[in-house]
């Protein structure tokens, strides 16, 4: 039996358990029992579900564009890596992987509610246990489970899965013919290998998102600092380079660099979240500096000058 009033009802225990409102009669809201609400609702203070009417903030913008490019960065890697030498026909690759995970992206905005339009609208993340709501279905009488697991935070969960599935789809609609024409130099084994590599890292990702998807919420900034810091560093010492002369030699470097000096620039922006300009904008002048102390300090770190002078020494 339903009531319309939410005191005089047994108490709805559980984080995000919660009663849907049947219907309104004026001011009088009929309540059902309580238990999961609908997807793109989330419990409010008095434990009634209330559909989500907000939109991203900044941040949840940050996280999503963060995850929209693990895979167009994993599949640029592994076509260079795969490509050797070919380098004009790995540039038609990287472009069409970017044409992929664009429309992907413009697809999944497209089709997500409100449908039809590049704005979406979404739930509030208050903690990091929203992005785990299934480990906080209460028992009551330590028998019954209560079942309350949803997207509490609508739909920044879900809606990368649903990116990941179209750059899938995507993907094998357009790649197998292009690199079918262009890549007739290399071996027959050779020439799907950056297909195959995606055929892993696209299941990864999602194992990814699905477990760790609220601790990523948090720590993305950093991991792209670090990772970017860390990838910039090996390739440096992997191409050679110790001076400034050495970026100039070839173009690809300088694309390297710069890719890398976004992705500084990125974790930086999503750090401070441009809270407060005047305080904020001044920190990107940090984007070039580990690039310039690695070409100032390479010198003096060369692995064969350290033992020369060892070698000396003695």
Same mark, same amino acid.
């Given at each position: ?21 049947? /219907? ?7 309540? &059902? ?10 419990? %409010? ?5 209330? $559909? ?7 941040? %949840? ?6 995850? +929209?490019?693990?895979?167009? *960065? ?41 449908? &039809? /339009? *590049? ?12 992005? #785990? ?6 028992s009551p009488?330590?028998?019954?489970t209560v ?16 990116? #990941? ?11 197998? @013919? ?6 007739? &130099? ?7 290998? /950056? ?9 990864? @990702? ?27 560093? !090996?390739?440096?010492?992997?191409? $050679?380079?110790?001076?400034f002369k050495?970026?100039? !030699? ?5 694309? *390297?660099?710069?890719?890398?000096? @976004? ?10 979240? @441009?809270?407060?300009? $005047?305080? %904020?904008?001044?920190?990107? +002048? ?17 692995? /064969? ?10």
């Amino acid at each position: 039996m339903f009531r319309a009033a939410v005191d005089i009802q047994p108490a709805c225990l559980g984080l995000y358990c919660g009663r849907t409102v049947l /219907s309104v009669n004026g001011s009088v809201e009929t309540y &059902g029992d309580c238990g999961v609400c609908p997807r793109g609702q989330r419990t %409010d203070d008095n434990k009634i579900c209330r $559909e989500c009417m907000g939109s991203p903030d900044c941040y %949840d913008w940050l996280y999503l564009g963060f995850m +929209a490019m693990l895979p167009l *960065v994993l599949h640029w890697f592994f076509i260079e890596w795969y490509s050797g030498k070919k380098s004009s026909r790995a540039l038609l690759q990287h472009v069409t992987a970017l044409f992929e995970c664009s429309v992907a992206a413009i697809v999944t905005l497209l089709i997500s509610d409100p449908v &039809g /339009s *590049v704005h979406i609208r979404s739930c509030k993340v208050k903690k990091l246990s929203d992005w #785990y709501t299934m480990l906080y279905n209460p028992s009551p009488d330590y028998i019954t489970t209560v079942h309350c697991t949803q997207e509490a935070v609508y739909p920044l969960y879900t809606i990368v899965f649903i990116y #990941y599935a179209f750059c899938l789809m995507l993907m094998m609609l357009l790649r197998p @013919l292009l690199v079918k024409k262009i890549a007739c &130099g290399l071996g027959k084994s050779d020439r799907f290998k /950056s297909i195959y590599a995606a055929l892993y890292f696209f299941p990864i @990702l999602t194992v990814l998102q699905a477990v760790g998807g609220g601790l990523l919420y948090y720590a993305f900034p950093y991991i792209i600092l670090v990772l970017s810091l860390v990838t910039l560093a !090996v390739y440096m010492s992997a191409s $050679e380079v110790e001076s400034f002369k050495d970026l100039l !030699v070839r173009k690809k470097r300088l694309v *390297v660099l710069f890719s890398h000096w @976004l992705l500084h620039a990125y974790g930086i922006i999503s750090i401070s979240k @441009l809270d407060k300009l $005047e305080q %904020d904008l001044p920190l990107l +002048a940090l984007v070039p500096a580990p690039a310039l102390f690695y070409l100032l300090t390479a010198k003096y770190t060369e692995p /064969s000058r350290i033992l020369s002078e060892g070698g000396n020494g003695h």
